[in-house]
């Protein structure tokens, strides 16, 4: 009988096209149908392991990197899958498949993305950064790892360490600060054309890039330059002086990059 039902199994052998994603009849059955629906997740479940393996990483990996089992990997994809026929327009040509991949990956980098459980420190490690967070809050700057380990007294490499894996991920849309320079409605992108002098290292650098790559072939050179000067630390009128621009230009050209990662986020 194997890993399905009987009555899934019955249905499959008269017919082995019965649950196949790749008939438009089947797709718009599906979101009418939840019984049926059901029955389609759990026999096209290859599809979701095919999109883990090919676009996220390994099972096994995931499982012991991230923290999760493998049963919520699964359960991630199913909601992905659920998305994708619900969203999925029968009439534009599109195959399943394809549409389906992206939602099911979506739905499981999101949650690894969120999941406060990315990294699992040692207790050494931990009791390390601990450490560190103390000592930068009384001195009210954080020293350099070489100084943090002579006053410390530990090995320049341990602190090292335990600064890349005490370091949070900053998203472009959590809110920045709580004094009245930089109110709690405030978000990361728009502390990037905001105009005022901040902290260069209130960015995470590799998500920056990220989002740089990711919108950079909608902008003209001058626009994707403007927006590289602004992510390297460069406050609004260093930008227009350089791109020889005025400022007012330069605060447009930012809005419309906001507006487009808010278009994407939202699609």
């Not at 096209?17 to 939840?34: G, P, V």
């Not at 493998?70 to 994708?84: E, S, T």
């Not at 009384?138 to 890349?164: C, F, R, S």
């Not at 390297?232 to 227009?240: E, K």
Request: hydrophobic share 35%; proline share 2%.
């Amino acid at each position: 009988m194997g890993k399905y039902s009987e009555y899934i199994h019955n249905n499959l052998e008269q017919n082995k096209k019965y649950y196949s994603m790749d008939e438009i009849h089947n797709i718009e059955r599906c979101q009418t149908d939840e019984e049926f629906l059901g029955d389609c997740i759990v026999v096209n479940e290859n599809l979701i392991w095919h999109s883990v393996h090919k676009y996220i990483g390994k099972p096994e990996l995931l499982t012991k990197n991230h923290c999760v089992e493998k049963d919520d990997i699964l359960q991630l994809g199913r909601l992905g899958f659920l998305k994708a026929v619900k969203a999925f327009d029968t009439y534009r040509g599109v195959k399943f498949s394809s549409f389906a991949v992206t939602a099911i990956v979506r739905e499981i980098r999101c949650f690894l993305r969120d999941s406060a459980n990315i990294i699992r420190p040692t207790r050494t490690a931990t009791e390390l950064i601990h450490r560190i967070n103390r000592m930068e809050y009384d001195m009210g700057y954080l020293p350099t790892a070489h100084d943090i380990a002579i006053l410390l007294d530990e090995e320049e490499e341990k602190v090292n360490k335990a600064l890349q894996i005490g370091k949070g991920v900053k998203y472009l849309d959590e809110p920045v600060g709580t004094d009245d320079q930089y109110p709690q409605s405030v978000t990361l992108m728009d502390t990037i054309y905001s105009g005022e002098n901040i902290e260069e290292d209130i960015l995470d650098k590799m998500y920056v890039d990220a989002v740089l790559e990711s919108v950079k072939r909608k902008l003209s050179e001058q626009e994707a330059a403007v927006l590289k000067h602004r992510v390297d630390g460069f406050n609004q009128t260093q930008t227009a002086d350089m791109e020889d621009i005025s400022q007012m230009k330069v605060s447009r050209i930012m809005r419309k990059v906001a507006k487009m990662l808010n278009q994407s986020d939202n699609k």
